[in-house]
């Protein structure tokens, strides 16, 4: 069956047609690990997992890698300022040396892999550390200075953006006055839109042909790349916010040190996730990670199932409210699937419209709308309901085959006691009391609340 994908090269949905027959090369931008994850982020690599496994679906030989980002990722896309390493060290009061940057990079690198586990994103067959592929930058810069793309300013080394006929097609939005004026504040630079391949820093970093120091963010993900998938790959994704400048400068990088274009055939990009109107971000104040979702009693595989009812190209608004509603769903339809008998076959028809949607852009969301669909139907047997809903999971990735998990918050003694008088308070229809000890509880930092299955807690 074909597979459309909407390409941010041309703005249009395009029938995917792979560089190699049957075989796919992807390549998505992972984290900075500066600093946990928060769950926007992990919408980005939510993208990721479901391109692969929709390919995987449509038996693809798939060849997949993403980058962890432990050094070179400055703070200002104006190539002024710290890098984003050296801010998490400060931030937690490190020295700032290579060793501790390495070291705060494995710490936050260890957690987002055990985030990305627990909503079920099957792990990258390639992670990358960049700072395991300084050579590969290092050639790739040296082939641009052979062909005149580079020249050298107080700061380090920089890519020569007029020399590539057509610099910035990503997106057109390199082209605009306000994206111009946001990267002058590098002197220095010939051109506001060049960009750093390598920064000069004498007492850290490594050695290369034109002095001590880093490679630029925007190389590192030119150089993993191709080191695994070649000059010319089929996919590359990322967040919507890195299409203007990070991935306009690893096409120019790429295509001008290789001479192939194109560098990448489809680029997809994600949609932010908001908080109000307000992209969430590491900077902000709008910060939620997994851990606080747990805080708040929620099945990480929750958020899973919220972002996959929307597209990705679409925006999601962020509330507890609607992440508390997925959970609903996600756990009904988990008990809805234990309970039904085993040994079905995969409904046909239902089978083709579930693929259907997902070669359609990857559109989730339909795909989500044909499991309640079957579910209604009442010429399905549960047996096969139950073995076509398994097969749509193997994109789906909710682990349906798995009851919910009841997520485990420690709850000290004196709450379990107080949670004790609630109920017995409730039993005897005594609501003052109650409220009184919901309340108390609240004191102490945890929230209650009364559901199906009685008493809910939950941390604020
Ligand atoms: P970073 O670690 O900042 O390089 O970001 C990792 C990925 O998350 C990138 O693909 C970003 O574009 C993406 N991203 C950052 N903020 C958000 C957000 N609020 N919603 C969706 N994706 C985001
Ligand atoms: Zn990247």
Not at 429 to 442: L, Y
Request: one cysteine or more; hydrophobic letters at 35%.
């Amino acid at each position: 069956m074909d597979i459309h994908l909407t390409n941010t090269l041309s703005k249009k949905k395009e029938l995917f047609v792979p560089i190699t027959a049957g075989k796919v090369g992807m390549y998505h931008c992972g984290p900075t690990v500066y600093h946990f994850v928060h769950i926007g982020n992990l919408r980005a690599f939510i993208l990721a997992d479901i391109t692969r496994r929709v390919f995987e679906y449509n038996n693809y030989d798939v060849a997949q890698v993403m980058n962890i980002t432990d050094i070179g990722h400055l703070v200002s896309d104006g190539d002024d300022g710290d890098d984003k390493m050296t801010k998490g060290l400060k931030r937690e009061g490190l020295a700032v040396t290579l060793e501790n940057m390495l070291k705060l990079a494995r710490k936050y690198e260890d957690v987002f892999l055990a985030d990305i586990a627990s909503i079920n994103i099957l792990k990258p067959k390639i992670v990358a550390r960049a700072s395991e592929h300084i050579d590969e930058d290092i050639d790739i810069i040296k082939k641009l200075a052979e062909r005149g793309y580079t020249y050298t300013t107080s700061d380090g080394l920089y890519f020569a953006t007029e020399h590539m006929h057509n610099y910035g097609a990503l997106g057109g939005i390199m082209h605009t006055t306000a994206d111009h004026s946001r990267l002058a504040e590098n002197s220095e630079k010939k051109n506001p839109r060049d960009f750093a391949l390598w920064k000069f820093d004498e007492t850290k970093g490594w050695p290369s042909p034109w002095g001590q120091g880093f490679p630029g963010w925007h190389i590192e993900c030119s150089g993993m790349s191709m080191k695994y998938l070649g000059d010319q790959f089929d996919i590359h994704t990322g967040g919507h916010d890195l299409a203007s400048v990070h991935h306009n400068n690893e096409i120019a990088q790429s295509e001008c040190s290789t001479e192939h274009a194109p560098f990448v055939k489809y680029w997809l990009h994600n949609e932010f996730v908001n908080i109000g109107e307000t992209k969430m971000a590491k900077s902000g104040d709008n910060f939620i990670t997994l851990e606080t979702v747990r805080e708040h009693g929620i099945d990480p595989l929750a958020l899973r199932y919220l972002y996959l009812q929307s597209h990705y190209r679409s925006q999601v608004s962020f509330s507890w409210d609607a992440l508390e509603a997925s959970q609903t769903a996600l756990h009904r339809l988990k008990k809805i699937v234990a309970a039904f008998p085993g040994d079905g076959t995969v409904s046909d028809s239902y089978q083709t419209l579930f693929h259907e949607f997902i070669n359609d852009d990857l559109n989730t969301a339909g795909a989500i709308g044909v499991v309640w669909e079957l579910l209604k139907n009442s010429d399905v047997s549960d047996a096969d309901k139950k073995a076509t809903l398994l097969d749509f999971d193997k994109v789906l990735g909710l682990e349906l085959d798995k009851n919910p998990s009841e997520l485990e918050i420690e709850i000290p003694e004196n709450i379990s006691e107080l949670l004790k008088k609630r109920q017995d308070a409730r039993d005897s229809k005594d609501w003052k009391s109650s409220d009184e000890i919901r309340d108390e509880i609240k004191s102490f930092g945890f929230d209650v609340k009364d559901t199906d299955e009685g008493q809910k807690v939950s941390k604020i």
